[in-house]
């Protein structure tokens, strides 16, 4: 959010169609309401994990491939392994480092649960 000349970062707490945004502060927590001309997104910010994705997701200590099936605040996955479905917290979801996970990872991954 810009602040005098330079631009801060914020969260968007509500962005009612043709008024104000109603920001906070992530300096201070504050909250305040901007034009949506003040607003820029932060450099390098990644979409939002959407329906689809192949990411990574967390089943106890450990990462395993997955597919998103929703995302509505909680992250709805398909476990790679054995196609169950789960819902997760965003913090148990990530974004696959390497897009071209092999299907090795996949059995490795059901091996570990399995067993």
Excluded at 34 to 43: C, T
Excluded at 62 to 72: I, L, R
Excluded at 74 to 97: C, H, M, N, Y
Aim: no cysteine; net charge negative; proline share 3%.
């Amino acid at each position: 959010g810009k602040y005098g000349d330079s631009y801060f970062e914020v969260e968007v707490i509500d962005a009612p169609e043709g008024g104000d945004v109603k920001v906070k502060w992530a300096f201070d927590g504050s909250e305040s309401e901007l034009p949506v001309s003040d607003l820029q997104k932060k450099a390098g910010a990644e979409s939002p994990i959407k329906a689809g994705d192949k990411v990574e997701a967390k089943y106890g200590d450990k990462w395993y491939d997955a597919e998103v099936v929703s995302n509505d605040g909680k992250i709805k996955v398909k476990w790679g392994f054995d196609g169950s479905e789960a819902e997760l917290e965003a913090t148990d979801v990530q974004r696959k480092a390497d897009a071209e996970a092999s299907g090795e990872a996949e059995a490795e991954a059901f091996t570990e649960v399995v067993l």
